[in-house]
């Protein structure tokens, strides 16, 4: 059992970075795969990244591929997103997942943090 908790979103100006953090309990944190999705008003939610079973690889759709970045921080029980050259389309609320195997269908979600792209 995990719970996930977010932070750091907020307005940057596009072409800027920001690092979000999902702070997780549970003492099995490192035996979950983890990732990231967000959500756009009017859209679908879509995966933005996350661990391979093994906690080392790592994937990331096209759309965000050489500018996103997922890690973690077992000791700390703490995931981060770090998301550089942001443009205006990942406007969206983030949110933090975690699953026993499957990141692309996680049983578990934090709350979501706001990420505000401008011009």
């Known amino acids: 059992q995990v719970q996930l908790v977010e932070s750091g979103g907020g307005l940057v100006q596009a072409g800027g970075s920001l690092r979000l953090s999902c702070a997780a309990s549970?003492?099995?944190?490192?035996?979950?795969?983890m990732g990231w999705f967000r959500q756009a008003p009017g859209k679908e939610r879509e995966f933005v990244a996350g661990?391979?079973?093994?906690?080392?690889?790592?994937v990331y759709p096209d759309s965000v591929k050489g500018r996103f970045t997922i890690s973690r921080d077992n000791a700390k029980n703490t995931v981060y997103l770090q998301m550089n050259s942001l443009k205006l389309e990942d406007t969206a609320v983030y949110y933090c997942?975690?699953?026993?195997?499957?990141?692309?269908?996680?049983?578990?979600w934090g709350q979501g943090t706001q990420v505000t792209v401008s011009s």
């Open positions: 997942a975690a699953d026993v195997t499957n990141i692309y269908a996680p049983s578990y």
């Open positions: 661990f391979a079973w093994s906690g080392i690889n790592t």
């Open positions: 549970g003492r099995t944190f490192s035996s979950y795969v």
